[in-house]
Nanobody, 124 residues
Framework: QAQLAESGGGLVQPGGSLTLSCVRS????????MGWFRQAPGREREFVAA??????KYAESVKGRFTISKDNAKNTVYLQMNRLEPADTAVYYC???????????????????WGQGTQVTVSS
């Protein structure tokens, strides 16, 4: 059974950094786009970053601050978050989409698998 498991969330001060991890198991994700989404209270789940056949993609709000990467040997996807802001506070979810290429990486409906989420809180 395919599973995604996030970790690395926590409380951090504005301007600080966190690295989220997403461990993949249960099937091969070699031809899957991997994405990070987030959901703040009262808001819809929104695209943050993804990595697909064409490389990394980012939402405008995090471009230049966040970096997505993956280590296939460890079956893990990472989200390095720098210069964090209070507006980044949310539950962060890792997702896997079978749409490995093209422009579907930002559409949450195209993701087949999701992790349980990890809370990131940016506050002084």
């Amino acid at each position: 059974q395919a599973q995604l498991a996030e970790s690395g969330g926590g409380l951090v001060q504005p301007g600080g950094s966190l690295t989220l991890s997403c461990v993949r198991s249960g099937r091969s994700f070699a031809a899957y786009a991997m994405g990070w989404f987030r959901q703040a209270p009262g808001r819809e789940r929104e695209f943050v970053a993804a990595i697909n056949r064409d490389g990394p993609k980012y939402a405008e709000s995090v471009k230049g601050r966040f970096t997505i990467s993956k280590d296939n040997a460890k079956n893990t996807v990472y989200l390095q978050m720098n210069r964090l802001e209070p507006a980044d506070t949310a539950v962060y979810y890792c997702g896997a989409s079978p749409y490995y290429g093209g422009s579907y990486f930002y559409e949450r409906e195209k993701y087949q698998y999701w992790g349980q989420g990890t809370q990131v809180t940016v506050s002084s």
